[in-house]
């Protein structure tokens, strides 16, 4: 599976961005879907997972409240709304795929990753 991510930007403290990644080239529900993010001099680090079907998703604490993830398997897409940003949030964000309907938080369990789109929050 091919994967395209879009939406990020240059947003204040407290707003919001909604995060999109287009999968294509193979069924879109048989894979597991995550987001991670990488900040210059960090390791990428899990933000966000959802299920084949979206009937479980996990997230990392510092994003509990304010992230949401969800996938419209009709349209191959899965989203990343993120609610209250702030500075920490900033990075290049990245999605994934796992082949498999099961969601985890590695790194090293997603075999097919997206381009990354940059979110930047800053005032």
């Known amino acids: 599976v091919q994967l395209q991510a879009s939406g990020g930007g240059l947003v204040q403290p407290g707003e919001s961005l909604r995060l999109s990644c287009a999968g294509s080239?193979?069924?879109?529900?048989?894979?597991?879907m995550a987001w991670f993010r990488q900040a210059p001099g960090k390791e990428r680090e899990f933000v966000a997972a959802i299920s084949w079907i979206g009937g479980w998703t996990y997230y990392v604490d510092s994003v509990k409240g304010r992230f949401t993830i969800s996938r419209d398997n009709a349209k191959n897409t899965v989203y990343l709304q993120m609610n209250s940003l702030k500075p920490e949030d900033s990075a290049v964000y990245y999605c994934?795929?796992?082949?498999?309907?099961?969601?985890?938080?590695?790194?090293?369990?997603?075999?097919?990753w997206g381009q990354g789109t940059e979110v930047t929050v800053s005032s």
């Open positions: 080239g193979r069924t879109f529900t048989n894979y597991a």
């Open positions: 994934a795929a796992r082949n498999s309907g099961t969601a985890y938080v590695a790194v090293r369990e997603y075999q097919h």
